[in-house]
């Protein structure tokens, strides 16, 4: 059963950046596509970014795009979200997980996906 552990989150003024960062357990990291989610008090949880295993291919919500980049290190199985002019909009828990689609076209968690990590936390100050 995969785990994950997401950091990096605090708290910014409009305009700042953060680095997010995501480990893992198990063996599957490095041949799956990976996404970044995050759910915002009152709100459904939303795939932001998604990134294929390769690295090669990155996808992002519109919201985020131009913005956010998602990048991942195979070798030590963890997941990168830079965020750079960040809103107050973006204020969520900002989580991740193996995504089900193999080339991004959808950021929707794996089925076999149980048990999310605990977030890490974002706010957004204006």
């Known amino acids: 059963q995969v785990q994950v552990v997401e950091s990096g989150g605090g708290l910014v003024q409009a305009g700042g950046s953060l680095n997010l960062s995501c480990t893992t357990s198990?063996?599957?990291?490095?041949?799956?596509?990976w996404g970044w989610f995050r759910q915002a008090p009152g709100q459904l949880r939303e795939g932001i970014a998604c990134?294929?295993?390769?690295?090669?291919?990155?996808t992002y919500q519109s919201a985020v795009k131009g913005r956010f980049t998602a990048s991942r290190d195979n070798a030590k199985n963890t997941l990168f979200l830079r965020m750079n002019s960040l809103k107050p909009e973006d204020t969520a828990m900002y989580y991740c997980?193996?995504?089900?689609?193999?080339?991004?076209?959808?950021?929707?968690?794996?089925?076999?996906?149980?048990?999310w990590g605990q977030g890490t936390q974002v706010t957004v100050s204006s």
């Open positions: 997980a193996p995504v089900s689609s193999p080339y991004c076209t959808i950021v929707r968690a794996a089925a076999d996906f149980a048990v």
């Open positions: 198990g063996s599957t990291f490095a041949g799956n596509s």
């Open positions: 990134i294929t295993g390769s690295g090669e291919i990155a």
